[in-house]
């Protein structure tokens, strides 16, 4: 019995534990207000920051967080921002604060953050994080009256892929990954501690009720619909080039096929003269002869992202106008009373 309870003892330690799938990010308060503040106080420019907390079971927590510093276009590119990184952890370190890398945060202007540049962060940030998030804030889109902060992580059959650096027609088929798969959004959950929440209890009693945001009854979107049918045709213009790169490839591999076909006639006849002549035949392929070389597929990868991104305009688009609309209809009924 003895050695069975430790054979059983053995197994359990020898086997690997599976990890619980990411369910939810939960962000403190204050890391929400930092981050809007750090996007907002350098918009339009892009910044970048590190996220600190926990990884517990399916919940990712997100504790703290701190500023990347903004790079001058005339400083050498150096290892000061890793060395900044280490120095601010351990300083949070010394004063007992969580210091374990869960990710970053980035801004973003109109939701245009699905780039091959996110991927490869996703990546490198993957290397020595077993689970990671990207925080995006987009302070454009808050300026509409939404809280436009998602956290995004990258799909794990799409990481396979990409270490693989396979995005042929052929392999995402048989992974059955399409645009819409690259990126997973995560739910975000605001948490506060007591203390915090009794406080802005006692602030909402002494919020005057007849405050108002007239902000909100502004009728022009004008700008915000503009740039973003803007980015839209840009968007568009780069689907086109991308679907050119592939018109091109089926026409020559419709080329290629066509002269292959032709030379093997060519060199069936010739065999049949051989054989009538008592010679032996020549081989039907021969590797030496550039029209056998196999053209290759060009990537689908950014295809995808663009795709990604200009479902992304739309949305907006869509979602801006239907504001709009229940904006003029209210405006005409008050008109109309």
């Known amino acids: 019995m003895a050695s069975s309870m430790a ?3 053995l197994q359990v330690a020898a086997t690997e534990e599976v990890a619980s799938p990411l369910r939810v990010v939960q962000i403190e308060g204050l890391v929400i207000l930092k981050i809007i503040k750090h996007c907002k106080e350098f918009s339009p420019a892009l910044v970048t920051g590190q996220l600190l907390g926990l990884d517990v079971g399916s919940v990712l927590e997100v504790t703290n967080c701190f500023p990347f510093p903004i790079r001058e276009e005339d400083e050498e590119i150096e290892a000061d921002g890793a060395n900044y990184q280490l120095e601010m952890m351990r300083c949070l370190r010394e004063v007992n604060v969580d210091n374990n890398t869960v990710g970053w945060y980035q801004s973003t202007i109109l939701g245009s953050y699905q780039t091959v540049e996110l991927i490869e962060t996703f990546m490198n940030y993957q290397e020595n994080i077993r689970r990671c998030v990207c925080i995006i804030y987009d302070p454009s889109r808050s300026n509409q009256g939404v809280l436009a902060l998602k956290a995004l992580k990258l799909s794990d059959s799409f990481m396979e892929l990409y270490r693989a650096n396979n995005f042929t027609g052929e392999k995402l088929r048989e992974k059955n990954l399409s645009w819409v798969d690259i990126f997973e959004e995560i739910p975000i959950q605001v948490s506060n501690s007591a203390l915090i929440s009794a ?11 007849k405050q108002c945001d007239y902000d909100r009854l502004q009728l022009s979107t004008k700008p915000y619909m503009e740039r973003n049918v803007e980015f839209l045709i840009e968007c568009m213009d780069d689907l086109s080039m ?7 490839y089926y026409r020559s591999l419709s080329r290629q096929q066509a002269q292959q076909q032709a030379w093997l ?3 069936r006849t010739e ?3 051989r054989k009538a ?3 032996e035949p020549l081989p039907e392929e ?3 002869n550039p029209i056998f070389k196999p053209i290759p597929e060009p990537s689908r990868l950014e295809s995808f992202l663009v795709t990604n991104q200009i479902a992304n305009y739309c949305n907006q688009i869509n979602g801006v106008a239907g504001q709009n609309f229940n904006r003029l209809y209210l405006m005409k009924s008050l008109h109309d009373n």
């Open 7 to 9: 054979r059983s003892f």
């Open 199 to 209: 406080f802005m209890t006692e602030l909402e009693s002494d919020t005057p009720v």
């Open 242 to 248: 991308e679907q050119q790169k592939f018109q091109f």
């Open 265 to 267: 006639q060519k060199r």
């Open 271 to 273: 065999n049949m003269a």
């Open 277 to 279: 002549a008592g010679e």
């Open 286 to 288: 021969d590797p030496s």
